[in-house]
C-alpha cells in the first residue's frame, strides 16, 4: 500500500510538473484563433431605456495574451455570400464586448436576419456571444458559447 | 455482406483523406458531421405576434464549406421509437435556422413533449438550438450546444 | 521536408482509420458516461398554472444505445456530505427528461439551494440541464451543458 | 530540430500516460484546474426581493475531490489592468456558488462593466457561470459554460 502510494504521489508530480511546463511556455495566452457561431441573430426591436435594454447580440472577446489581437470576423448570411472580413482590435490583457450590430465596415449586419459568425483572429482569444431581447416588454438574456471544434 | 462493409469502409477512408486534403486547401470546412441534443422541447402556446413570438426550437446550421450538406436528422422521443430521417439541406457558405416544428417529413415533432436530436451530415457543419417560449405573456429565450463528444 | 509530410500525412490517416472503425463498431452508443454540472438550482416558488409553469431543474438525458443505460446521479451540497446515488433508467433509443425535484430515493434534493451533479452512466448518454424559473410572475428559461471535460 | 521533435514527442507521450493512469486512481477528481470566461456582467439594478432577484453573476463551482481546492480568479477589464487573485476556498466534496460581486479583496468588481474570468485553481474543479437579470421588471436567467480549451 506504502509503496503504491509512493508510486501515485510520484506519478502526481510527474505530471503536475509537466503540466505547468507547458503552461508555463505558453503563459497567458488562452483560447484559440478561430472560433464558430451558427446562431446568430439579433432583433430590430427593443422597449426599454436605451442602450441597457436595447436588443443586441454581443461578441464577448477576451485577450489574456501580452500583444493586441486582431479578431477577423466573417459574416455568413442565409441567402448571399459571406461577409467580411470585419476586424475587431483587442489589447492586452483586456476584454471586448463588441456589439455585433456597431460593425459597420464592410456593412451594417442585417437585423431580424439569421446569421453566422466564424472568428479568425491573429492570436489565442476567448469568445463567447450574448444574446439579449427586449421586444416583449420584458427582458430575455441568453449566452452562447461558440461550437466545441475538435 | 462482408464485401459491402469492406467497400463502405474503403469509400470512408478515402472520403476522409479527401477531406482532410480538401480542408487545408479551402480551410474553411468548420464543424463535424456528427451532432447530439438531448434536451428538445417546443411549446404548442405562444403570446403575442407570430411568427416572431411564437414558441419554438430552432437548429441553427452553418455550413462554410464550398458543398452544399445534407444534414440527416433522427428525432427521439420519450416513449416510441426513434422518427427519421428528417433532411435539411444547407447551401454551401450559408446558414439555416430552420424551426424543428417545420419538419413534416416523415412526420410531425410532436408539440409539449421532450425529444432527443442527433444529427449526421454528409459535410462538416456547425450546429446550435435556439428555444424561444412565449407561453407566460413574456419572452424566454435560451441557446443551447450541442453536447461535446469526444 | 517531403518524407516529413510523407510521415505525417501517413500518420493521420492511420489515425482516421482507426477512430472510423471505432466509430463503426460502437455504432449509435453516442455519448459518455460521465458528466457534471455545478450550477444546479431549483426555486421552491413558481407562478402560473402546473405543472407547466413550475420552477424546476430538469436533467435530460437521451440513450441512443440498443440497451437500457442506468444513469447514477450524486448530488454535492454547499454544507453536507454529498448523496447518492440517484438512479434513472434510459430505455433504448429514448430520451428522458427528469425533473431533478422529482428525485426523492435516497432523499429529496433541497429546493432554493445550490447543488452539483456527477453523473456516472453503466453505458454512453448525452446530458444537457435544463432551468425554469417562474418566481418572477414571468417565465425564465435556460439551458445548460456539462462542463467539457477532456 | 528532429531532436527538439522527438523530445516534444517524448514529452506529450510520457504527460498522457501520466494523466491517464492518475486519472485512473483518483477516481472522483473531476475537472480541471483553469477555466476561462468572456462573456462577465452584473448589472447595478434590480426589482422584486432581494437577495433572490437581486441581479448578478455567480460563479458556479464544484470540488468533488477529497482536498479543499483554492481558487484564484483574475478579473479582465476592457480599459484597465486585470485585478487579482481573487481567491475562493471550495471544500473537499462540496459545491460552492460564489456571487462575483460578493469578491471584494483586492477590489470589488464594478457593476455594469463588461470583465471576463480566469480561474486558475490549486486543484481540479467544475466551473460554470449564471447570469441572472431582474432589471426589466422580470427575470432573466441564463447559464454560460467556460469555453472549450483544447
Redesign the interface.
Same mark, same amino acid.
Given at each position: 500500500m506504502a509503496l503504491k502510494d509512493s508510486l501515485?504521489q510520484l506519478? @502526481?508530480t510527474?505530471?503536475d510538473t509537466? *503540466?505547468d511546463k507547458?503552461?508555463a511556455v505558453r503563459g &497567458?495566452d $488562452? #483560447? *484559440?484563433k478561430?472560433w464558430? /457561431?451558427?446562431? #446568430? /441573430?439579433a +432583433?430590430s426591436q427593443s422597449t426599454?431605456a436605451e442602450p441597457? !435594454?436595447t436588443s443586441r447580440n454581443t461578441l464577448? $472577446? =477576451?485577450n489574456?495574451s501580452a500583444a493586441p489581437v486582431c479578431v477577423s470576423v466573417t459574416v !455568413?448570411? &442565409? @441567402?448571399r455570400? +459571406?461577409v467580411g472580413p470585419y476586424e475587431i482590435l483587442v489589447e492586452p490583457? *483586456?476584454?471586448?464586448?463588441q456589439r455585433i450590430n456597431d460593425l459597420i465596415e464592410p456593412e451594417a449586419v442585417p437585423l431580424d436576419a439569421?446569421? #453566422?459568425l466564424?472568428l479568425d483572429a491573429d492570436g489565442p482569444?476567448?469568445?463567447?456571444? =450574448?444574446?439579449l @431581447?427586449? *421586444? #416583449?416588454?420584458?427582458? &430575455?438574456?441568453?449566452?452562447?458559447?461558440?461550437? +466545441? $471544434?475538435d
Amino acid at each position: 500500500m506504502a509503496l503504491k502510494d509512493s508510486l501515485s504521489q510520484l506519478k @502526481d508530480t510527474v505530471s503536475d510538473t509537466v *503540466r505547468d511546463k507547458t503552461s508555463a511556455v505558453r503563459g &497567458a495566452d $488562452l #483560447g *484559440r484563433k478561430q472560433w464558430v /457561431f451558427s446562431a #446568430g /441573430f439579433a +432583433p430590430s426591436q427593443s422597449t426599454g431605456a436605451e442602450p441597457e !435594454f436595447t436588443s443586441r447580440n454581443t461578441l464577448c $472577446l =477576451l485577450n489574456t495574451s501580452a500583444a493586441p489581437v486582431c479578431v477577423s470576423v466573417t459574416v !455568413f448570411h &442565409a @441567402d448571399r455570400e +459571406p461577409v467580411g472580413p470585419y476586424e475587431i482590435l483587442v489589447e492586452p490583457q *483586456r476584454v471586448k464586448h463588441q456589439r455585433i450590430n456597431d460593425l459597420i465596415e464592410p456593412e451594417a449586419v442585417p437585423l431580424d436576419a439569421p446569421y #453566422g459568425l466564424v472568428l479568425d483572429a491573429d492570436g489565442p482569444v476567448v469568445a463567447q456571444l =450574448l444574446y439579449l @431581447d427586449s *421586444r #416583449g416588454g420584458n427582458l &430575455a438574456v441568453s449566452h452562447l458559447n461558440p461550437v +466545441p $471544434l475538435d
